[in-house]
């Protein structure tokens, strides 16, 4: 006879959800905890290894010695290969200010560094993809991603009116989410590929196209409709974005740019402001992603416009990322947020 469980008391589920939540909290935290003390003890050889090299005249086969000492003194613990050992010489190298370390650099996973470490030689951009891990909380294939389509250099570039049609705080983290151009590389089309094709192939591969856009987008719907007076008028792309509260038209062309899109898209968020705006919201966002732009010609389409809008560049061609086959976060991850950026094992090789 199955045994049937009682009805749970009024509150109970409430109280369920939140010792889940309360549960993953202190398990992210633990795990947070861990690795900044791993990746500062790992700073710290690092630098005693470099200061005796540089002070006392040690040779390169210190290293080699010392990993094999320290396996037979902890022959259970891992990370003390040879290769390791040179990673944490090589970050207490790059990372020579010993304050900047708890509060940056031990943020981030040991995994991750080791990635930057051996991707990344200029100090000012290694640092700026640390801030951007521990913002957005990548994974490192995530990392790995954002580095080969050089995001550093494409980060808050485009032509936009964002100064003068957005508050000052509104128009500063717009133009940081803008980018230039937009890597579409893992579409696998040409430069010659249709619009429609490009429209559909976006869709296909939306966690690839979340990605691109960066942290906070939010997808509502392709083509989507809207009438006025009676005319039927399509959004080629319409997303919300959670940090700057408000939602974002993209019309994307297979085309260089051109000043009448500019008219167009003023036209669509007024639409979007009367028609599906909360009060709540701030002003619709509008971007044009096109295949090329002259800067000129954008600026000056831009001038008078009263809305909000920013014009960026696409890049094609036919590689794809094979690499990240299988790690990229799904759609649910996208939606909550909780992409597993810790899950990065020592490796010992």
């Known amino acids: 006879m199955n045994q049937v469980n009682p009805p749970s008391p009024s509150g109970y589920t409430e109280l369920l959800t939140e010792l889940k939540v309360r549960i993953r909290t202190a398990q992210v935290r633990a795990g947070l905890a861990v690795n900044r003390e791993l990746v500062m ?9 470099l200061v005796r090299q540089r002070t006392q005249g040690w040779g390169a ?12 003194e902890f022959p ?5 290969s040879p290769r390791n050992l040179k990673y944490m010489r090589q970050l207490a190298e790059s990372w020579p200010d010993e304050s900047i370390v708890p509060q940056l650099v031990a ?14 030689k200029n100090p000012q951009e290694r640092e700026w993809y640390v801030r951007a891990t521990i913002e957005h909380g990548w994974s490192r294939a995530i990392l790995d991603y954002q ?9 808050g570039r485009g032509v936009t009116n964002f100064d003068r049609t957005l508050p000052p705080t509104q128009s500063e983290l717009a133009l940081q989410v803008l980018k230039d151009p937009y ?22 591969h939306l966690r690839e196209f979340l990605i691109e856009l960066g942290s906070g987008f939010a997808f509502v719907g392709s083509e989507v409709h809207l009438e006025v007076e009676n005319d039927d008028f399509y959004l080629d792309l319409l997303f919300y974005h959670l940090r700057l509260r408000c939602y974002v038209v993209i019309e994307l062309k297979t085309t260089d740019f051109k000043p009448e899109y500019t008219g167009k898209l003023n036209f669509y968020l007024s639409a979007v402001d009367e028609n599906l705006r909360h009060p709540d919201d701030r002003p619709s966002i509008g971007l044009i992603i096109c295949r090329g732009r002259k800067g000129l010609v954008a600026e000056y389409s831009l001038r008078d416009m009263d809305k909000p809008m920013g014009i960026a560049g696409h ?3 036919r590689r794809l990322l094979e690499q990240l086959e299988g ?8 939606k909550s947020g909780l992409l597993d950026s810790f899950d990065d094992g020592i490796d010992e090789n």
């Open 327 to 334: 790690q990229l976060p799904t759609i649910d991850e996208l």
């Open 183 to 204: 890597n579409f590389e893992f579409l696998g089309m040409g430069n010659d590929a249709r619009e429609r094709d490009v429209h559909r192939g976006l869709l296909q």
């Open 76 to 80: 259970e613990l891992k990370g003390f």
């Open 147 to 155: 580095i080969d389509s050089d995001l550093f250099r494409r980060q």
């Open 61 to 72: 086969g210190i290293i080699q010695q010392l990993a094999e000492d320290q396996r037979r």
């Open 315 to 317: 890049r094609m061609g």
């Open 41 to 49: 003890l790992y700073w710290r050889i690092g630098r005693d290894i």
């Open 107 to 120: 943020q981030i996973p040991w995994g991750h560094h080791r990635l930057l470490l051996d991707r990344v």
